[in-house]
């Protein structure tokens, strides 16, 4: 080994070639934004849960910032903000999407449902909803958002899944609890009260 190579100076110069890496690639981007001379529309007409919500959208504007911060829908929740956690997931047209990886602009005339979306009109709460309450799923809460419409997408597609096909669909959220049997068995009892 190197004696001249130390773990603080491997680690200081991982940094720095981070950091340079990503100046150099905000700069690419800053500068082909303005070299395009394409228009962007700024007024979208959103399908969210069921209505359609008008709201002004920046070029670059994702998903999770539009419907937590235009349009106020908090419940899902942003944590890494890079498309690694899950606690942002949305159905697009019954499909799970990290939010905070989806451009706002490319998902005009989609579907888009939140986790607000899935209580019926009369209050009623969603068949994963309640298997995850009668299971004791959640501990901290963090992430059930997140869990909660991973696991809708699946019984959408699949109202009968095995155990297996659940913790595929459930392996891209993380749990900083750990409780990923509870959410399991959540996403099992729901299929009971589906069928």
Same mark, same amino acid.
């Given at each position: 080994?190197?004696?001249?190579?130390?773990? #603080?100076?491997?680690?200081?110069?991982?940094?720095?070639?981070?950091?340079?890496?990503?100046?150099? =690639?905000?700069?690419?981007?800053?500068?082909?934004?303005?070299?395009?001379?394409?228009?962007?529309? #700024?007024?979208?007409?959103?399908?969210?849960?069921?209505?359609?919500?008008?709201?002004?959208?920046?070029?670059?504007?994702?998903?999770?910032?539009?419907? #937590?911060?235009?349009?106020?829908?908090?419940?899902?929740?942003?944590?890494?903000? $890079?498309?690694?956690?899950?606690?942002? +997931?949305?159905?697009?047209?019954?499909?799970?999407?990290?939010?905070?990886?989806?451009?706002?602009? +490319?998902?005009?005339?989609?579907?888009?449902?939140?986790?607000?979306?899935? #209580?019926?009109?009369?209050?009623?709460?969603?068949?994963?909803?309640?298997?995850?309450?009668?299971?004791? =799923?959640?501990?901290?809460?963090?992430?059930?958002?997140?869990?909660?419409?991973?696991?809708?997408?699946?019984?959408?597609?699949?109202?009968?899944?095995? $155990?297996?096909?659940?913790?595929?669909?459930?392996?891209?959220?993380?749990?900083?609890?750990?409780?990923?049997?509870?959410?399991?068995?959540?996403?099992?009892?729901?299929?009971?009260?589906?069928?």
């Amino acid at each position: 080994m190197n004696p001249k190579l130390s773990r #603080r100076r491997f680690i200081k110069g991982v940094i720095y070639s981070s950091a340079a890496a990503a100046s150099g =690639a905000g700069y690419y981007l800053a500068s082909a934004q303005s070299a395009s001379n394409t228009v962007v529309e #700024r007024l979208l007409s959103l399908n969210v849960n069921g209505r359609t919500r008008l709201v002004d959208v920046a070029p670059a504007e994702t998903l999770a910032f539009t419907l #937590r911060n235009k349009l106020g829908l908090t419940g899902l929740k942003v944590a890494c903000n $890079r498309g690694e956690c899950g606690a942002c +997931t949305v159905l697009l047209d019954d499909i799970s999407n990290y939010s905070c990886s989806v451009l706002t602009h +490319t998902v005009k005339g989609r579907q888009i449902t939140t986790v607000e979306g899935l #209580r019926s009109e009369s209050g009623q709460l969603s068949a994963v909803q309640q298997g995850f309450i009668e299971e004791l =799923a959640p501990q901290c809460g963090f992430c059930t958002p997140g869990q909660v419409m991973a696991a809708t997408a699946l019984l959408r597609a699949n109202p009968n899944p095995t $155990r297996e096909e659940a913790r595929q669909a459930l392996a891209g959220n993380l749990c900083r609890c750990g409780a990923y049997d509870h959410y399991l068995n959540g996403t099992m009892r729901a299929a009971e009260l589906l069928s």
